[in-house]
């Protein structure tokens, strides 16, 4: 008989079912003949997404803490989130310093009104986190770090727009960091004694925020809102 899935190879495994999409929106993004014009808004956008990160992570932590008496996969989330937290201060500094580069001043920067799409992806977490399970957000987070873009990709880039190359700092990093973070990801979930409702709320997150990065990465494009969304 086969041996039953690990809890990481079964989200993995849901994630594969959507990614494609979010793949090919990506990489008509990275691919698009003004994509020299387009990259400071992609960075905007991602450090609106970014900024929330630790924020988040605290409120689910906290969230996490409050079950871990009575609730072992909380505590174990909880005790994961303490871990990775540290990993990911200072990253949206990374975003305004990679913006700088590009001649945006990050006063004006966090001036502006973030997109909905990134209000829509961060928010959500919140809800899943507070009204669902803390454990919910380990299916956002294995999206975001589970398919950086490559380095050698990033190369090619910054060789075809011809922009500075500190201007993708932040990107470069994380594809050496991500493989990394994917796999403590990885690691803590399997070690977690998951229920099928713990399985089931990890998927659905997931699907949710592979469809919020795709619409992003579409809209940033300029691709229609129905395109977007997925309809064809």
């Given at each position: 008989m086969a041996s039953a899935?690990?809890?990481?190879?079964?989200?993995?495994?849901?994630?594969?079912?959507?990614?494609?999409?979010?793949?090919?929106?990506?990489?008509?993004?990275?691919?698009?003949?003004?994509?020299?014009?387009?990259?400071?808004?992609?960075?905007?956008?991602?450090?609106?997404?970014?900024?929330?990160?630790?924020?988040?992570?605290?409120?689910?932590?906290?969230?996490?803490?409050?079950?871990?008496?009575?609730?072992?996969?909380a505590a174990q989330v909880a005790a994961y989130l303490e871990r990775h937290i540290p990993e990911e201060m200072h990253h949206d500094e990374w975003l305004l310093d990679d913006l700088r580069v590009l001649g945006k001043d990050p006063a004006e920067v966090l001036k502006r009104v973030p997109?909905?799409?990134?209000?829509?992806?961060v928010g959500s977490q919140y809800y899943w986190t507070l009204h669902a399970h803390p454990v919910a957000i380990m299916g956002y987070l294995a999206v975001l770090e589970g398919n950086p873009p490559s380095a050698p990709f990033l190369e090619e880039v910054i060789a075809t727009t011809g922009l500075p190359r500190e201007a993708f700092r932040t990107?470069?990093?994380?594809?050496?960091?991500?493989?990394?973070?994917?796999?403590?990801?990885n690691a803590a979930l399997d070690a977690m004694p998951l229920t099928e409702q713990h399985?089931?709320?990890?998927?659905?997150?997931?699907?949710?925020?592979?469809?919020?990065?795709?619409?992003?990465?579409?809209?940033?494009?300029?691709?229609?809102?129905?395109?977007a969304a997925g309809v064809r």
């Open positions: 899935l690990r809890h990481s190879e079964r989200l993995n495994g849901k994630i594969g079912l959507v990614i494609s999409g979010l793949n090919q929106a990506s990489l008509d993004f990275w691919r698009h003949p003004r994509i020299a014009e387009l990259y400071p808004e992609l960075l905007f956008n991602i450090h609106c997404v970014i900024r929330a990160s630790v924020p988040l992570m605290e409120t689910a932590r906290r969230a996490a803490l409050d079950l871990a008496v009575s609730d072992a996969v997109p909905v799409a990134a209000a829509a992806l990107y470069l990093k994380h594809a050496l960091l991500d493989p990394h973070h994917g796999a403590e990801l399985s089931a709320l990890l998927g659905v997150n997931a699907f949710q925020t592979v469809g919020a990065l795709q619409a992003m990465f579409r809209e940033l494009a300029g691709q229609p809102a129905a395109q």
